[in-house]
C-alpha cells in the first residue's frame, strides 16, 4: 500500500514535531533547539533534541528519531502507514491505507495476545450494556456512580458466570488458545491440562499500556467475592511494573501541567478522571518501580501523591515518596481526611470540592513526613536526632532550591535550630547530587567520531551536494556509491539521486523518508550537525572529488607501478600508454 507523497508531505507541514514529542517528552529550550530525557531508552542527563526549524528530532545516546513519521512508528511501535494515518487524523487529513494496510502489520504473539484482549472488551462491554446476564453488575456500577457515558468511554464490561464463555468464544474465532491462557485470559487445570476462563462473573475494567492497547483486564466483584479485584497475571504485554494505569490518556494533561497525580487504586483514576481531575495514574497494586519512575521522568519531574487517608495510605506514602525523593523528582503530597479515598471523597462532598481540596491540600513532601512524626520529634529526643538526620538527607535531595528554603524554615521551627545551622547540617549531610548520577546503562561513547581524511573529504562532499542542487548536478557523474568508503555515505550519495529527482531543495526532513535505514538516516542527521561554508571555495569540490577517487580500485601510485613494468615486460604498449596516464593523473592531483 503506498500513500501519495503529496499526501505525506501535507500531514508533514501541518504536524509541529515539538507537539508530537512533547507528548512524551518533557522539553526544555536550550540555544535554537529543545532537549529532554530520550523516550527511547534510560538516561538520566537529556540527550533527547528536537529541532523546531528542521523538524526533527535525534537522540544522540541511542541515535533513535527521525522526523515526525519516525518518531510516530518508533514510539507508537506501528509501521509508516500507521504512522501516516495517525498523525494525518490529528491534523484532519483522512489517510486511506486500506485493509492490507492494517494487516500488513507483524502478527507477532504479542500482537495476537492484545488483539484476543481487545476482541474480549468489546464482547464482554456488549454483555454488560445489553444483556440480560449483565443487569445485576450494571444496576451495580451505576449504583456506585457509573454513568453510562463513563462505561462506555472505559470499555467496562461483565464476564458471564461461565468457565467457557471466553475460551469458546477465542476458539470459534479461530486463536491459539494456548496463546489465550499465556495471555491471562485463560487458566489451565493442571490435572488435565483443559484450559477455562480466569474471570467468571466479574466486572471486567480493561487495563492499557501506554499505547492505549489493551494489554490486561482487573475483574472486580460485585458480590463480595475473594479477592475483590482479580487481575491479570504477569505476562509477556503486561506486566505490573510497568505499567502505569491511564497513563495513555493522561499524558497530553501530564505534560501541560507539569504534574503527575498519581493515586492508590485505578477505581479512584477513573472518578478522579471524571471529575476533571485529567493528570491522574495508578500502579497496579505494586510499590512505584524504577521502569515507572524512568518513564515518568520522562513527563514531568512534579509527583503528588494521593492515597488513601488510612495507616496503610500514610506507610505507602512514606514509601513512595521517599523513593521518587531519592529518584530526583520533586514530590507532593494531598493527605486526605482521615479513612477516606478520593472516590469517597467525591462521592460524599462533590467534584469540585475534590477540585478545591487538590489545589489547597498540596504539600512538600518533607514537609508531610516531618508532620507525621511531629509528636515524636517533639517529645522524643532520640527520635530527635533521628529525624533531623533523616530529614536534611531529604532536604539535601530537593531539587528546587525555592521549596528547599520554605522547607528549611519550617523544619527550623520544629527542630527548634536556626535555619543558618540547619542550612550547614544539609550541607554537610549533602550526599549525591541527582547530577552527579552516574549514567549507569548508558555505555555507548559520547567521543566525537575521528574521519580519516578520505571519509572527511566524502562528508564535506556530501555537505555542499545537500548545501546547493547545482552542485551536485555539476559533479555527482564523477563520482560512483562505490567511491565512498564508508557505506552510509554511499547511502546517502544514493539518497541523493533519487531526492534530487523529486525536489530542488534539500530538507532533512523529507530527506529521511528516503531511506528506511536507521543508519542512513543517523548519518544524515549527523550531517545536518557538520558546520561547513555554505558556497564552496575555489576548487574546493574537485579537491574532495580528487581524494575520493584517488584510490580507486585500490589504485595506488605504488600499484600502478607494479602493473606498468608488469606491463613493459610483457611489451603491451597500449597498456603501458593507459597505466602511465593513470599514474601521471595521480601526481598532478596530489600536488594541487
Ligand atoms: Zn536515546
Redesign the pocket.
Known amino acids: 500500500m503506498r500513500i501519495e507523497q503529496s499526501v505525506i508531505n501535507e500531514i508533514k507541514d501541518k504536524t509541529d514535531i515539538l507537539d508530537i514529542v512533547s507528548e512524551y517528552v518533557k522539553l526544555e529550550k536550550r540555544g535554537r533547539n529543545y532537549i529532554g530525557l530520550?523516550?527511547?531508552?534510560d538516561?538520566k542527563t537529556p540527550?533527547?533534541t528536537v529541532s523546531e526549524d528542521k523538524q526533527i528530532c535525534h537522540?544522540?545516546?541511542?541515535?533513535?528519531?527521525g522526523n515526525v513519521f519516525q518518531f510516530t512508528q518508533e514510539i507508537r511501535g506501528v509501521s509508516f502507514v500507521e504512522a501516516v494515518k495517525e498523525l494525518g487524523e490529528r491534523v484532519n487529513i483522512k489517510v486511506d491505507v486500506g485493509e492490507s494496510g492494517a494487516q500488513n502489520q507483524i502478527a507477532s504473539d504479542d500482537l495476537m495476545m492484545i488483539k484476543m484482549h481487545e476482541l474480549m472488551e468489546d464482547y464482554y462491554h456488549y454483555i454488560l450494556m445489553k444483556t440480560v446476564e449483565g443487569e445485576e453488575a450494571l444496576n451495580y456500577l451505576k449504583s456506585r456512580g457509573f454513568t453510562e457515558e463513563l462505561l462506555n468511554e472505559r470499555k467496562i464490561g461483565y464476564a458471564p458466570d461461565s468457565s467457557h464463555f471466553c475460551h469458546d468464544f477465542l476458539q470459534k474465532k479461530g486463536y491459539d488458545i494456548e496463546l489465550a491462557y499465556e495471555a491471562g485470559l485463560l487458566s489451565r487445570n493442571e490435572e488435565n491440562f483443559s484450559y477455562y476462563d480466569r474471570f467468571r462473573d466479574r466486572i471486567m475494567f480493561p487495563l492499557n499500556n501506554a499505547q492505549g492497547r489493551t494489554v490486561g483486564y482487573s475483574g472486580r466483584t460485585y458480590k463480595n467475592q475473594e479477592p475483590k479485584y482479580l487481575n491479570s497475571p504477569e505476562t509477556p504485554i503486561f506486566q505490573k511494573r510497568k505499567l502505569l494505569y491511564n497513563i495513555d490518556r493522561a499524558r497530553r494533561t501530564i505534560r501541560q501541567k507539569n504534574e503527575l497525580i498519581l493515586l492508590e487504586g485505578f477505581m479512584d483514576v477513573i472518578k478522579a478522571d471524571q471529575a476533571g481531575v485529567k493528570q491522574v495514574v495508578a500502579s497496579m497494586g505494586t510499590q512505584i518501580s524504577q521502569e515507572h519512575t524512568s518513564f515518568i521522568r520522562k513527563l514531568t519531574s512534579n509527583v503528588t501523591l494521593l492515597f488513601d487517608g488510612d495507616f496503610a495510605g500514610q506507610e505507602a506514602t512514606l514509601k513512595t515518596g521517599q523513593s521518587l525523593l531519592q529518584e530526583g523528582m520533586n514530590v507532593f503530597v494531598v493527605q486526605m481526611p482521615s479513612k477516606m479515598d478520593p472516590d469517597e471523597y467525591i462521592t460524599k462532598y462533590g467534584q469540585e470540592a475534590f477540585k478545591n481540596y487538590l489545589d489547597h491540600e498540596r504539600k512538600a513532601f518533607v514537609l508531610y513526613k516531618v508532620n507525621l512524626h511531629k509528636d515524636e520529634i517533639e517529645h522524643n529526643d532520640m527520635a530527635y536526632e533521628k529525624y533531623l538526620k533523616e530529614i536534611t538527607d531529604d532536604i539535601s535531595l530537593m531539587q528546587s532550591g525555592i521549596l528547599q528554603k520554605k522547607v528549611l524554615q519550617d523544619v527550623s521551627e520544629l527542630f527548634k535550630v536556626s535555619f543558618d545551622s540547619l542550612i550547614n547540617e544539609v550541607a554537610m549531610h549533602s550526599p549525591q547530587t541527582p547530577q552527579n548520577y552516574s549514567s549507569q546503562g548508558t555505555n555507548f561513547s559520547t567521543k566525537p567520531k575521528q574521519y580519516t581524511k578520505k571519509e572527511d573529504a566524502e562528508r564535506k562532499l556530501l555537505k555542499h551536494f545537500m548545501f546547493n542542487k547545482d552542485v551536485f548536478l555539476e559533479f555527482n557523474e564523477e563520482l560512483e556509491a562505490e567511491d565512498f568508503t564508508n557505506s552510509q555515505f554511499q547511502s546517502i550519495f544514493n539518497i541523493l539521486h533519487d531526492y534530487y529527482a523529486e525536489n530542488d531543495h534539500y530538507d532533512l526532513s523529507t530527506a529521511l523518508l528516503y531511506s528506511n535505514q536507521e543508519g542512513d538516516r543517523e548519518a544524515l542527521i549527523s550531517l545536518e550537525n557538520l558546520l561547513l561554508n555554505r558556497n564552496p571555495y575555489e576548487h574546493e569540490v574537485q579537491d574532495y572529488l580528487n581524494i575520493i577517487t584517488e584510490n580507486r580500485n585500490d589504485e595506488t601510485p605504488e600499484s600502478l607501478n607494479e602493473k606498468l613494468r608488469e606491463a613493459a615486460r610483457i611489451g603491451d604498449l597500449e597498456l603501458q600508454k593507459y597505466y602511465l596516464e593513470k599514474i601521471i593523473l595521480i601526481n598532478k592531483n596530489r600536488m594541487k
Not at 530520550?38 to 531508552?41: E, G, I, K, M, Y
Open positions: 530520550c523516550p527511547f531508552h538516561e540527550s533527547f537522540c544522540f545516546g541511542c541515535k533513535k528519531g
